[in-house]
């Protein structure tokens, strides 16, 4: 197996590195890794141990990721590794986040050749299912290489990582899906050991930079699923991001360490309206019962793009405006 010496790092005393790629800022000694587990210090220089280590890959809708504002109904080459940088006691991934699955070593080259060659209807390269930040080197030289091939970069993030790893990043991503996992910090501090302000800033940068962004929140039962605190983080992303930003409400069911029953479909109806009282776009996920994943023109309600179960057709965009009334989206297609 390669590894690659991990960009973003100091050395400290007695062999001993600080990791400056999350606000984590973990301190290693020789031998052991970072919170995220895939970072490790080997007598004093900090390794990135899952650079190019695929563990995952399928061809998915875009819709999966979930993404339903940039190509809708295209696919994408999606692919995963090991590690996260957060400690979500819901995680619906963490074989792969938390576990040691077996992976598969694929340069950057090898695998925008192989997307090219073996799924060639694919519009690009979804990094997703574990935390892609974690191989920073690996997202960065494979997402410069699928660009020289014309393909899209998508990444399926939790958003924690430093502002200047992520600045470096961003004008190869076309696309991002980030986490807002819930909207206190002691929610994050609880469920994830991060810090919501980081994340809230990086959400900010991603979409400055002109990086088409969605926003995806699990709701757990009880403890990030008060309506009144679903609007306060809408008209938060309103302010910052702008009104037109997707956000996915996705039902939770039990995983990991946390085993309360789902979410129930009342809870997600309730704060589908609380965030569609400041947002022109919300969805839910996970619950097909609720049918809220199609688009509508927030100007003349007209159906825009159907899905249901899965498939998705388009009704009436005229590029990214509403064939109808001529209302702008912010639909990349
Ligand atoms: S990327 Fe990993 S090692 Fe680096 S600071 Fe974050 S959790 Fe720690």
Same mark, same amino acid.
């Given at each position: 197996?390669?590894?690659?010496?991990?960009? &973003?790092?100091?050395?400290?005393?007695?062999?001993?590195? /600080?990791c400056?790629?999350?606000?984590?800022?973990?301190v290693?000694?020789? *031998?052991?890794?970072?919170?995220? *587990?895939?970072?490790?210090?080997?007598?004093?220089?900090?390794?990135?141990?899952?650079?190019?280590?695929?563990?995952?890959?399928?061809?998915?809708?875009?819709?999966k990721?979930?993404?339903?504002? +940039?190509?809708?109904?295209?696919?994408?080459?999606?692919?995963?590794?090991?590690?996260?940088?957060?400690?979500?006691?819901?995680?619906?991934?963490?074989?792969?986040?938390?576990?040691?699955?077996?992976?598969?070593?694929?340069?950057?080259?090898?695998?925008?050749?192989s997307?090219?060659?073996?799924?060639?209807?694919?519009?690009?390269?979804?990094?997703?299912?574990?935390?892609?930040?974690?191989?920073?080197? +690996?997202?960065?030289?494979?997402?410069?290489?699928?660009?020289?091939?014309?393909?899209k970069?998508?990444?399926?993030?939790?958003? &924690?990582?430093?502002?200047?790893?992520?600045?470096?990043?961003?004008?190869?991503?076309?696309?991002?899906?980030?986490?807002?996992?819930?909207?206190?910090?002691?929610?994050?501090?609880?469920?994830? *050991?991060?810090?919501?302000?980081?994340?809230? /800033?990086?959400?900010?940068?991603?979409?400055?930079?002109?990086?088409?962004?969605?926003?995806?929140?699990?709701?757990?039962? *009880?403890?990030?699923?008060?309506p009144?605190?679903?609007?306060?983080?809408?008209?938060?992303?309103?302010?910052?991001?702008?009104?037109?930003?997707?956000?996915?409400?996705? /039902?939770?069911?039990?995983?990991?360490?946390?085993?309360?029953?789902?979410?129930?479909?009342?809870?997600?109806?309730?704060?589908?309206?609380?965030?569609?009282?400041?947002?022109?776009f919300?969805?839910?996920?996970?619950?097909?019962?609720?049918?809220?994943?199609?688009?509508?023109c927030?100007?003349?309600?007209?159906?825009?793009?159907?899905?249901?179960?899965?498939?998705?057709?388009?009704?009436?965009?005229?590029?990214?405006?509403?064939?109808?009334?001529?209302?702008?989206?912010?639909?990349?297609?």
């Amino acid at each position: 197996m390669k590894y690659r010496e991990a960009a &973003y790092y100091q050395p400290i005393e007695n062999e001993q590195v /600080r990791c400056l790629l999350c606000p984590h800022r973990c301190v290693i000694s020789s *031998g052991k890794t970072g919170i995220c *587990g895939v970072r490790r210090n080997r007598a004093g220089r900090l390794l990135a141990e899952t650079y190019g280590h695929c563990a995952s890959f399928a061809v998915d809708p875009m819709e999966k990721k979930p993404l339903y504002h +940039f190509h809708p109904g295209m696919l994408i080459f999606s692919v995963g590794s090991r590690g996260c940088n957060l400690s979500c006691r819901f995680c619906q991934n963490h074989s792969l986040a938390h576990g040691q699955p077996d992976t598969h070593y694929l340069s950057p080259r090898d695998l925008v050749a192989s997307v090219l060659s073996r799924a060639p209807e694919s519009i690009g390269i979804a990094f997703t299912y574990n935390e892609p930040l974690v191989s920073f080197e +690996f997202l960065l030289e494979a997402s410069a290489e699928a660009a020289q091939n014309n393909l899209k970069t998508v990444v399926v993030s939790n958003g &924690y990582i430093n502002n200047e790893p992520l600045q470096k990043l961003l004008p190869l991503v076309n696309a991002f899906n980030i986490d807002l996992k819930g909207y206190s910090q002691e929610y994050y501090q609880k469920f994830t *050991g991060g810090k919501l302000e980081q994340v809230k /800033r990086n959400i900010i940068s991603a979409k400055n930079t002109g990086c088409h962004v969605e926003v995806t929140t699990l709701l757990i039962p *009880g403890e990030n699923d008060d309506p009144q605190e679903i609007e306060r983080m809408a008209a938060w992303l309103a302010a910052e991001a702008g009104r037109d930003v997707p956000l996915h409400l996705s /039902r939770y069911f039990p995983a990991h360490k946390l085993d309360s029953p789902p979410t129930p479909l009342k809870t997600m109806e309730q704060a589908y309206h609380a965030a569609l009282k400041q947002l022109d776009f919300v969805y839910l996920g996970n619950a097909p019962e609720l049918d809220k994943s199609s688009t509508s023109c927030p100007r003349c309600n007209t159906l825009i793009i159907s899905r249901s179960w899965g498939k998705v057709t388009i009704e009436n965009l005229n590029e990214d405006s509403c064939a109808v009334c001529g209302k702008e989206l912010s639909i990349v297609s």
